[in-house]
């Protein structure tokens, strides 16, 4: 009889390590709550959701989550597997359909002979072998119960917000144009331009909108990567203009000159029926945000399908708790993987999750563990999460910052990074004959 794993969450994490441990053979339990307990970013019983189309990020090798996803492909993962077949166009970044990815990754798991899934809220950590994905969305139960197995070890915590959706069909195009910026791609964003005064009224009605009721929000606790759009425009008056709505690289082809301030939005679904607001994540209430979205010029008759939405994420202080497998240090029967672990975003939950799983696999067969250096990508993240020496710890996305520096100089950051890149892909390649 095979060995059965278990593996709790079937988010990105959970479903990548279930697959890679049922692709070596192991018999794996994948238990997940959906769709009997829902949580506030659940919107299917399907597994892997994502929160937009864009969520996998930029796909070029000089841009540190490109590396990632590369080793990932490299390294056959099914999250980026399913991924490449739902892909749709979005100029330098890896977007897709999200319900057809959701629904692709499902449909492989479930039929999957190694596989069984288990409908239920799990509210203890089992004995192991068992990998722990519950996500930053952790049930209180089980949240309570991973306290409980680290004898109360603090979690920390962080906002994590999504932006709001609007239907093509209402963008007046009269005042939009299609465009990648430098005209990268294929035109895959919808530009919305707007003029100074029109952006200073924009900006001023944002900084005091009313915003929904967070417990415990404060601007210093919220994480750069995902920023509420209100929070930056209280930073300055022209943050805006250097974040989320910079029109460098956009010229209006109306004009011939590049505008004030640029509001993008990306295609969400393959059908190109609906459209994200770049950037824009919040956590106004929803009225003001059909107040104040539509003061943007393009988007003044604008139907929101979905409004922007915060949600509290939770997560390990894992450098005391887990090693550079993702396994706790007393235990390594007994792994965690995805946001939990302190990796920022669904590339790097993937990773921890492909990481997990395939040194969980070597370890119960009695062999030493792939050894993931942070030259690579997925090695650099594991050293972040199980650096002991940090002492403020805080969720992280892949950068070129956190891997070994190449050790002699390379002209022009983008040539720097594709060394990086090339150095790592490298490694990948023989990591992955074995």
Known sequence: MKQEVKVIGAGLAGCEAAWQLAERGFSVALHEMKPKKMTPAHHSADFAELVCSNSLRGDRLENAVGLLKEELRRLNSLILTCAEHCRVEAGGALAVDRYGFSGMVTQKIRSHPNIRVAEEEVDEVPEGPVIIATGPLTSDAMSAAIQRYFGGADYLSFFDAAAPLVSFESIDMEKAWFASRYDRGDADYVNCAMDKDE???????????????????????????????????????????????????????????????????????????????????????????????????????????????????????????????????????????????GVEGYVESTASGYLAAVSMAAKLRGETPPDFSRETAIGALAAYISDESIGNFQPMNINFGIMTPLGYKVRGKANKNLAIAERSLAIIDQLAKR
Do not use: W
């Not at 922007?308 to 706790?328: E, K, Q, W």
């Open 199 to 341: 952006y200073a009224a924009f900006v001023q009605a944002l900084t005091t909108a009313e915003e929904a009721p967070v417990h415990g929000f404060e601007d210093q606790k919220v994480f750069e990567g995902c920023m509420p759009v209100e929070v930056m425009a209280r930073r300055g008056f022209d943050t805006l203009r250097y974040g989320p709505l910079k029109p460098v690289g956009l010229k209006d082809p109306k004009t011939g000159k590049e505008p004030y301030a640029v509001v993008q939005l990306r295609k969400d679904n393959a059908a190109g029926s609906v459209y994200n607001i770049v950037g824009f994540q919040t956590h106004l209430k929803f009225g003001e945000q059909k107040r104040v979205f539509s003061m943007i010029p393009a988007l003044h008759n604008a139907e929101f399908v979905r409004y922007g939405v915060m949600h509290r994420n939770t997560f390990l202080f894992s450098p005391r708790l887990l090693d550079r497998y993702y396994a706790d240090r007393r235990n390594p029967m007994v792994a965690f993987a995805g946001q939990m672990t």
